[in-house]
């Protein structure tokens, strides 16, 4: 067992003589005073209710966060009054600049605004109603196999990170719990999408996940942030989009539109995140662009892997005749345009200039030719 | 730590090669549509509560037909999904099914999905404008949400850090952890803002029960994490939940308990099916929890000890200071105190650990403490 609490406590004369004491009544109600800031925080916008963005007042408030916290490793919560012996709970993320982002709170707030459940809010009897074609079937029964892969990295990465941030980052720490439930959420409407349809799954992707595990296992906090919230999570959003508009039935198109928001979120936060952390370390810049450089191979192995690449075609021209894969091809290489290049826009947006004339995706997305 | 993947796909001439080759010409490799792999035609058991992961428990798709030993897929793979060549290692350190699992998983997620509140907006916060508590009954209550932000927090950590290292296949599991790790933080935004409205703030950190707690993340298994985090630890709370709904000094107040009780009451749920799980699948592992409990209930004595804790409940539990107050506080505590004891020891032994009570050094505490209490003609049911 890795960790014993300090004491045996119920070996220990001194604790069993303090409980007895105050069950005799003898209150030694030290914690009365405490040395704390005396706040009544209100809602601002009752139709909102109270947010933590009304919280933001003085010690107790995001904003008054340093950007070293030296003074806090253990779970006391922000504001409180520390005394006694705390345990160290061993936090690595402990700079504000390595998780931050100023819209963290307000999408903590709009995550559970928007909560959903995919086994009631999907039409699923649509598809009863309404089946595909065999080959359509199959190609979405791919594609959600392939986006379960994807939710899946997803799920683990914030996973990961929780427990290692410091508790002084409650609204941090809890966006990413929405965003492990919101994954797992993904996950579930994903697969039932996929066995609901009659083809079963179909084949993962081994590309794909190379990559997305060379992104998930990312050494430092805002370099996994950049490849997971910011490039998965926009290739996500940009592929539930697309997904929406040439959705094949009622039940493809309500789920991408929850998809889409749960999505959005993530990348939006990935976004903030990298943003912040440029500018409060500008030394950091060429760092990330060199890790960039090394790992955005990851965004060609989404985009070109056969697993993604044909069922998308199959569902953006709606079949396998020679127009409809022709269709698709031309569907489907807007929507690798598009892709690559809300992510530069997004990288440079952020903080990191001339982005996508360093980088050498765009090279190979203009040799994607569709003939006429 | 960072892992390589095993090709860099700008650099793979194969593969970009391959892939523009297909968007020129159109054609389709379409080997995916060969998978080996099951079809099956699920339907909605009940129309009323939707799809569940329960109605796509069939063949290789299940959770059923999990084995024992998960062998097979190592990867990020759906479970069914054909592994193709090449897929990466994500690296579980849980593979064994009757280290995670728990009678009824998929429900307890499925419920957790559907019961997701809003602290925000589903508390009628509004009401406490105008509301003027006592001086003591307002900082016992700052001190009673101070201690309950400070502990939920642990219970966010907890089962995060777990998630990652469970094999991709129990798919049920990571979602129920993922639901928990949520609830637990909305508790703690719950709890904080409660603290922050009462006019007095946060009040003192409570380091005796950190110094016990932290022993709920550092467990050496998921199961013996479980049986202290879902069983202990959790199992206390939902019994102070109870009580503090009880005494809540306003409807506010009891709104949260009420609220924070429903998810508290599913991750107990959890940790007994799964302790009963684990007890029936894996009967080498009942010693090991027996040794993990030792020390786990470590957690009890020191909750029980925690005076910032102990007094602010009295206080809340008496109405106020005067001796009467406290006479009467001390009364309900002591009974709060023992049937957190009394509960811990039933759900052990509908589990299935009936013996627990001959080993522990807490049972003999309580039978201490519930002779004392019945000698002072306190009584507990």
């Known amino acids: 067992m890795a960790f014993y609490a300090d004491k045996d406590y119920t070996q220990d004369e001194t604790v069993l003589e303090a409980a007895n004491q105050v069950m005799a009544g003898n209150l030694s109600l030290h914690w009365y005073d405490a040395n704390t800031e005396k706040i009544k925080g209100k809602p601002s916008d009752l139709r909102r209710g109270l947010t933590y963005q009304d919280l933001d007042i003085g010690s107790y408030g995001y904003s008054a966060i340093p950007e070293h916290v030296r003074t806090s490793q253990s779970m006391v919560a922000r504001g409180s009054e520390k005394w006694g012996k705390l345990p160290d709970m061993g936090y690595v993320v402990n700079r504000k600049s390595d998780i931050w982002s100023d819209n963290v709170a307000d999408l903590y707030e709009e995550d559970k605004a928007r909560r959903w459940a995919p086994a009631v809010d999907v039409p699923w009897s649509d598809l009863d109603a309404h089946p595909l074609t065999a080959e359509v079937e199959a190609a979405c029964a791919q594609l959600y196999t392939f986006l379960q892969e994807c939710a899946l990295i997803s799920l683990d990465f914030p996973s990961r990170w929780v427990p290692l941030v410091n508790q002084d980052f409650i609204e941090q720490k809890s966006w990413m719990c929405a965003q492990m439930l919101d994954w797992a959420r993904l996950n579930e409407g994903f697969r039932k999408r996929a066995l609901y349809g009659g083809a079963g799954l179909k084949r993962a992707c081994a590309t794909a996940e190379q990559g997305l595990k060379e992104w998930s296992y990312a050494e430092t906090f805002p370099q996994g942030s950049v490849s997971i919230n910011l490039s998965l999570g926009g290739f996500m959003l940009a592929l539930c989009r697309h997904v929406a508009a040439f959705a094949p039935s009622k039940v493809d198109h309500a789920l991408m539109g929850y998809a889409i928001q749960d999505t959005a979120r993530q990348t939006s936060y990935g976004l903030g995140q990298l943003r912040y952390f440029l500018k409060h370390r500008p030394g950091e810049i060429e760092a990330m662009q060199e890790y960039i450089d090394e790992t955005e191979h990851t965004m060609l192995a989404l985009l070109g892997s056969p697993e993604l690449l044909e069922p998308l075609i199959i569902i953006s021209g709606g079949g396998l005749e020679k127009d409809q894969i022709r269709a698709g091809r031309i569907a489907t290489s807007k929507f690798i345009r598009l892709v690559t290049h809300e992510y530069f826009e997004r990288l440079e947006a952020a903080g990191l200039e001339g982005r996508s004339k360093r980088s050498r995706i765009p090279g190979i997305i203009d040799r994607i030719e569709v003939p006429a | ?381």
């Open chain 2, 1 to 381: 730590m960072a892992y390589l993947s095993t090709r860099n796909f700008i650099e793979d001439k194969d593969f970009v090669d391959k892939w523009l080759y297909t968007m020129r010409t159109g054609e389709l490799d379409l080997s995916w549509m060969k998978a080996a792999t099951e079809k099956v035609k699920p339907h909605e058991a009940n129309p009323r509560r939707g799809l569940t992961y329960r109605d796509l428990d069939i063949g290789s798709y299940g959770f059923t037909d999990i084995p024992e030993k998960v062998r097979s897929n190592r990867s990020y793979a759906p479970r069914g999904a054909e592994v193709p060549e090449g897929a990466p290692d994500a690296q579980p350190w849980v593979s064994r099914k009757s280290e995670v699992w728990a009678f009824n998983t998929e429900s307890y997620y499925e419920e957790a999905v559907t019961r997701q509140w809003n602290v925000t907006t589903d508390i009628p916060w509004e009401r406490l404008d105008g509301v003027e508590m006592p001086e003591t009954i307002g900082k016992a209550l700052s001190q009673l949400m101070t201690f309950l932000t400070e502990v939920e927090m642990i219970a966010t950590d907890t089962p995060a850090m777990w998630l990652p290292r469970l094999s991709p296949d129990f798919i049920e599991v990571k979602a129920f952890i993922a639901s928990q790790a949520m609830d637990e933080a909305r508790h703690t935004e719950a709890f904080r803002k409660r603290a922050l409205t009462t006019g007095w703030g946060l009040m003192k950190a409570s380091p005796m029960n950190e110094m016990a707690l932290k022993h709920l993340r550092d467990a050496d298994s998921f199961s013996e994490m479980s049986v202290a985090l879902h069983l202990v630890g959790e199992g206390n709370v939902l019994t102070l939940f109870r009580f503090s709904e009880y005494l809540s000094p306003t409807d506010v107040d009891k709104r949260i308990f009420r609220l924070v009780m429903q998810d508290e009451a599913r991750h107990v749920g959890y940790g007994m099916q799964h302790f009963k799980y684990v007890l029936e699948h894996f009967p080498e592992k009942r010693e090991v929890l027996h040794a993990h409990l030792d020390e786990a209930e470590n957690i009890s004595f020191a909750g029980a000890a925690a005076t910032e804790l102990t007094e602010s409940f009295i206080i809340l539990a008496g109405g106020g200071l005067k001796k009467e107050n406290i006479d009467e506080g001390i009364k309900v505590t002591t009974r709060f105190q023992l049937k957190q004891m009394e509960e811990h020891f039933e759900r052990l032994e509908k589990c299935g650990m009936p013996e627990r009570k001959e080993r522990s050094k807490l049972y003999q505490m309580f039978e201490m403490g519930k002779a004392a209490a019945e000698m002072a003609g306190i009584k507990l049911n």
